[in-house]
């Protein structure tokens, strides 16, 4: 890699590389989150905060945070409830894709990444340089993720990270970021007072979790510190660094929009069914705008909103995107945002805006029917992951029905009949 890491976290290198690629699972963890966020083990909370405490510092100690820094950093440091319940939450209700691209990409949004790209244009061509990763991708992270830095956050990240550490889900993967944490304010990158975040510890004009911090942020303005705080160039260059690091191809798209034929096999929108464009081609999918890819770059088909919704082939960079944050709705807005930041680009495809989302326990009820049917959908969580929309697709070519992995009411419904 051309950028050495500076002042790297030696003393917490194990700790944190147990920890340090993307998010997990799909829509509900911090950007640039961890892998290891997926884990689910509990471990039981020590009988008092104060004693909890007191076994963070001596781990703490051993690892190398000076003892005097970790007594400065929590005194009168106590558990936030507003975190836990945010932690706890699991909403009945979440917005259709169409309704997110909405806000993601309003015209409000694109007009000041706009101006943006132009003010900023010398220190993204120069980023561009060093990691090979295009300005409108950059600006359109720093666009969703904190406006532009104008929201990063208000909430004390060692007291968030303290609170899910204790007692909070996932107490073994917070704990590794809490100590992440404590390494950066021992690096001096930043003081304890100006460490805020969002409630689950993500930091700066681009969101870094404290290990994805330690292993990719980038003083790029050259004044000594990684700031992703104050220094729109280090938060800039520190997402490129963190998608180059993902595989980011210069000069590829993320994607883009296709037609479909008719009589077309749904079944093949799928993350696991990847063809070149060529064989797309021969399939019948046309793109609807010319996109310079190669014709051997391979792509899977991925239709966000069912076989009645428009429908894109992406490319591996859209697979960099999702290591940043593990949502398809996200990277989704972060390649159409980009595309129009250079020149305007709707989507053509309809999406099917009156069409009712299944809630949580509808999404559940899903599952349950599904394996008493016989099919295999995975864990009732209300995820629809992958073996979920494999299982949707099995029964859909039973009934005959296009076998796009999507789940509906008419579905729900057909399984509460059997």
Not at 201 to 228: C, E, I, S, W
Not at 268 to 297: I, K
Not at 336 to 359: C, F, I, M, T, Y
Request: proline share 6%; aromatic share 8%.
């Amino acid at each position: 890699m051309p950028h050495q890491f500076p002042r790297r976290a030696l003393a917490l290198l194990p700790l944190l590389l147990l920890a340090a690629c993307a998010q997990a699972p799909a829509e509900n963890l911090p950007t640039a989150a961890p892998q290891a966020a997926a884990q689910t083990t509990v471990e039981e909370p020590l009988a008092s905060f104060a004693d909890w405490r007191r076994a963070l510092r001596s781990e703490a100690i051993a690892a190398g945070i000076d003892a005097a820094l970790f007594d400065r950093v929590f005194a009168g440091v106590t558990p936030d409830p507003a975190v836990l319940k945010a932690d706890s939450s699991q909403p009945e209700f979440t917005r259709p894709v169409w309704e997110y691209l909405d806000g993601a990409v309003s015209s409000s949004r694109i007009g000041r990444g706009r101006v943006l790209l132009a003010q900023h244009s010398l220190v993204l061509q120069r980023i561009e340089q060093q990691y090979g990763v295009e300005a409108p991708i950059l600006v359109a992270i720093w666009g969703l993720e904190s406006n532009f830095g104008n929201n990063i956050g208000s909430h004390s990240v060692i007291r968030s990270l303290a609170t899910l550490a204790y007692d909070g889900r996932r107490q073994g993967f917070w704990r590794v970021q809490l100590l992440a944490a404590l390494q950066i304010l021992q690096n001096g990158d930043i003081t304890s007072d100006r460490m805020i975040g969002s409630w689950a510890g993500a930091m700066g004009q681009t969101q870094f979790m404290p290990t994805t911090y330690n292993q990719h942020a980038v003083d790029f303005d050259g004044d000594g510190k990684r700031d992703l705080w104050g220094s729109s160039t280090d938060a800039l260059a520190s997402a490129a660094h963190y998608l180059q690091a993902s595989g980011w191809q210069r000069g590829q798209p993320w994607g883009f929009e296709v037609s479909l034929p008719g009589g077309f096999d749904y079944s093949l929108a799928d993350p696991e069914q990847r063809r070149s464009l060529a064989e797309w081609a021969e399939l019948g999918v046309r793109p609807l705008a010319p996109t310079g890819a190669a014709a051997n770059a391979r792509a899977s088909l991925q239709l966000p909103a069912g076989h009645r919704g428009p429908a894109f082939l992406l490319l591996d960079n859209f697979r960099s995107i999702l290591k940043y944050n593990n949502s398809t709705s996200y990277a989704l807005a972060i390649g159409l945002l980009a595309d129009n930041l250079l020149r305007p680009s709707e989507v053509k495809g309809q999406w099917p805006r009156g069409e009712r989302q299944l809630g949580r326990s509808e999404r559940v009820e899903l599952q349950e029917l599904l394996t008493n049917a016989g099919f295999d959908p995975g864990p009732a969580d209300g995820i629809i992951g992958a073996n979920t929309r494999k299982a949707i697709r099995a029964l859909q070519l039973q009934l005959n029905w296009p076998a796009d992995g999507y789940p509906t009411t008419e579905l729900l419904q057909q399984l509460r009949a059997r």
